[in-house]
């Protein structure tokens, strides 16, 4: 198994060493050279591509950071200042010389020289970037980036108070795994009620945000917004009509098993009706789960789990500590969510979350850990573009890192009954988030092949869609209204439109790579290793080949893997 060796940054071939990203003006002049630049031979335009990555690795991390440091601080105004600053007067000034140079690149004559092997997803990616550019698209796409900032300002001011104490709303969520019925009704109340105040705020700004991303897509020569995202995306192995395929077998095979856990629980907590208050309660007399104390003892333990699986991955952990790029408790002013942000040119990523000592956070760290793992993974690859992977092989990494660690979370739980709960946890979850995505995933193929709808159209759809791919066991009676607004708390939407279905082919790759793992352990963390080694130098396909499973989201495929879960569920006394 590969042995973790500390990253080394690549030194400077074309920037000067101590460059740092002031204005577009100091910035210009290196893209005016590589637009301009002579190339005449198959050396020069390695070379000259080389030279690109490497204004791409640094504008990359210069842009990361101002993210980081924002999302860290919502309150901050010059952390805001910085990044809106990047958005306005830096990436739209940068965008027509990336279209120059992408035409320079598949113009050049010696381009068809390029190893293929090694070149082609980066030259598919370069062609259909070329083709989607427009000049006018480039304010607009300005003006949608700090649109969905503002989805982050107005969640991370959110907070609820309990027994005279403010909290985030990421922090009260762990109330909702209180043995207490009455706390958690009281609290899941709060949290709807606060939601709800800023219900016509997020309306407003979503409206705002369809408005420009239907324009976008106008003005390069599609219908909707929907298939202009599905070619931005790269979306090159699957269609539109593969995710309706998708939405089905989730439909027909993952639900039943949905049904099995809701009941399993509702059984264990005693309860006639199960309300939305109730799916993470335990019953009275067994206390939540309390992995950890606090963001130190949270990534030390990581630390741990990670050693068992591979000292390599451990090692990535322990860099990451010791350059200070773990920022893991909730705190008032901090963005929602999570994730692991690469750093293109010191190949170290940071990870961002919201850990407020619950089970859930031990999945995120897992998760993010293994997005991590796979920044380390594919440093050492030549071009910046090389390591800009699909999202659906990003999931993937993170995702079976999840189930990959669950049998070493000893480590969070000395009792086995609270290991077994945890794993159990993990498992629901799993299952629940696959309806999930596909409703999320089958609203956005609504939100953009309806342009111009209003926002009762826009419920009356989401309330339908909900309820296609809902158990109907749980009671939302005096809560018809925020579940009707249910959609506003993800973030995706706002954020990041269509990368959601990534999600869900991952989780089922991530379910084959778990029983490629149950099968043989050291062969299947080779293969993920081999798989995410690769970057982006492969198709989906040939990266999921590398890591032993098959790129497959059919029908035929999800009743497999929900066949191999469904015993596994038994095991952990599933009934």
């Known amino acids: 198994m590969k042995k973790f060796v500390p990253l080394k940054q690549k030194q400077r071939q074309f920037l000067p060493a101590g460059f740092k990203i002031t204005d577009w003006e100091a910035l210009q002049p290196y893209f005016e050279e590589l637009v301009k630049r002579n190339i005449d031979n198959v050396a020069q335009l390695e070379k000259w591509l080389n030279d690109v990555s490497e204004i791409e690795a640094v504008v990359s991390e210069d842009a990361c950071w101002r993210q980081i440091k924002m999302t860290c601080d919502t309150t901050n105004k010059e952390y805001e200042e910085a990044f809106t600053y990047f958005c306005m007067e830096i990436e739209p000034k940068m965008k027509p010389y990336g279209f120059e140079l992408n035409k320079k690149l598949l113009a050049c004559p010696f381009t068809k020289d390029l190893d293929k092997n090694l070149y082609f997803p980066y030259l598919r990616n370069v062609d259909n970037a070329a083709k989607l550019y427009?000049?006018?698209?480039?304010?607009?796409?300005?003006?949608?980036?700090?649109?969905?900032?503002?989805?982050?300002?107005i969640s991370g001011a959110m907070g609820v108070e309990v027994d005279g104490k403010e909290y985030t709303l990421q922090q009260a969520a762990k109330f909702l795994h209180s043995p207490d019925?009455?706390?958690?009704?009281?609290?899941?109340?709060?949290?709807?009620?606060?939601?709800?105040?800023?219900?016509?705020?997020?309306?407003?700004?979503?409206?705002?945000l369809l408005v420009l991303r239907q324009q976008v897509a106008k003005n390069?020569?599609?219908?909707?917004?929907?298939?202009?995202?599905?070619?931005?995306?790269?979306?090159?192995?699957?269609?539109?009509?593969?995710?309706?395929?998708?939405?089905?077998?989730?439909?027909?095979?993952?639900?039943?098993?949905?049904?099995?856990?809701?009941?399993?629980?509702?059984?264990?907590?005693?309860?006639?009706?199960?309300?939305?208050?109730?799916?993470?309660?335990?019953?009275?007399?067994?206390?939540?789960?309390?992995?950890?104390?606090?963001g130190k003892e949270l990534s030390e333990k990581a630390v741990q789990v990670f050693e068992r699986l591979s000292p390599y991955f451990s090692g990535c952990l322990q860099t990451m500590q010791q350059m200070h790029r773990l920022d893991l408790e909730s705190r008032k002013g901090k963005a929602p969510g999570g994730y692991n942000c690469p750093l293109a040119e010191t190949g170290v990523p940071f990870i961002f979350m919201n850990a407020a000592g619950t089970m859930g956070d031990v999945i995120t760290?897992?998760?993010?850990?293994?997005?991590?793992?796979?920044?380390?993974?594919?440093?050492?690859?030549?071009?910046?573009?090389?390591?800009?992977?699909?999202?659906?092989?990003?999931?993937?990494?993170?995702?079976?890192?999840?189930?990959?660690?669950?049998?070493?979370?000893?480590?969070?739980?000395?009792?086995?009954?609270?290991?077994?709960?945890?794993?159990?946890?993990?498992?629901?979850?799993?299952?629940?988030?696959?309806?999930?995505?596909?409703?999320?995933?089958?609203?956005?193929?609504?939100?953009?092949?309806?342009?111009?709808?209003?926002?009762?159209?826009?419920?009356?759809?989401w309330l339908s869609i909900l309820n296609e791919f809902s158990t109907g066991i749980t009671d939302w009676s005096s809560f018809e209204e925020y579940r009707t607004n249910f959609w506003q708390k993800q973030l995706h939407l706002f954020e990041v439109p269509f990368y959601y279905i990534e999600y869900g082919i991952a989780q089922l790759g991530a379910i084959a790579m778990w029983r490629q793992y149950r099968q043989n352990k050291e062969q299947a963390l080779d293969n993920y290793m081999s798989a995410l080694s690769l970057g982006y130098t492969k198709t989906l396909k040939e990266l999921y080949t590398t890591a032993g499973i098959k790129f497959d989201f059919s029908a035929e495929y999800i009743k497999e893997l929900a066949d191999f879960v469904t015993p596994v569920l038994k095991e952990m006394g599933v009934e």
Request: charged share 30%; proline share 4%.
């Open 181 to 208: 019925r009455s706390l958690r009704e009281t609290v899941f109340t709060k949290v709807a009620t606060r939601r709800l105040e800023d219900k016509d705020k997020l309306n407003e700004l979503f409206d705002k």
């Open 220 to 294: 390069a020569g599609f219908e909707n917004y929907r298939d202009y995202k599905f070619r931005e995306l790269g979306r090159f192995d699957y269609t539109v009509a593969d995710c309706f395929a998708f939405h089905d077998a989730v439909r027909e095979h993952i639900i039943p098993l949905q049904k099995m856990l809701i009941k399993n629980r509702q059984k264990r907590l005693g309860l006639d009706v199960m309300r939305p208050w109730d799916s993470d309660a335990e019953p009275v007399g067994i206390e939540p789960l309390h992995p950890f104390k606090d």
């Open 134 to 153: 427009r000049d006018e698209n480039v304010p607009l796409q300005a003006d949608m980036n700090l649109l969905a900032q503002q989805y982050g300002v």
């Open 365 to 461: 760290m897992m998760h993010e850990g293994g997005h991590a793992v796979h920044s380390f993974l594919s440093h050492d690859l030549a071009l910046s573009a090389f390591k800009e992977y699909p999202m659906e092989i990003a999931e993937l990494a993170s995702m079976s890192m999840e189930l990959f660690s669950m049998e070493h979370w000893d480590v969070f739980f000395k009792e086995e009954k609270d290991l077994k709960r945890a794993q159990l946890e993990e498992m629901e979850r799993i299952i629940s988030v696959l309806p999930w995505i596909a409703t999320i995933d089958k609203y956005q193929h609504w939100l953009y092949t309806h342009p111009g709808h209003t926002i009762k159209d826009r419920e009356e759809a």
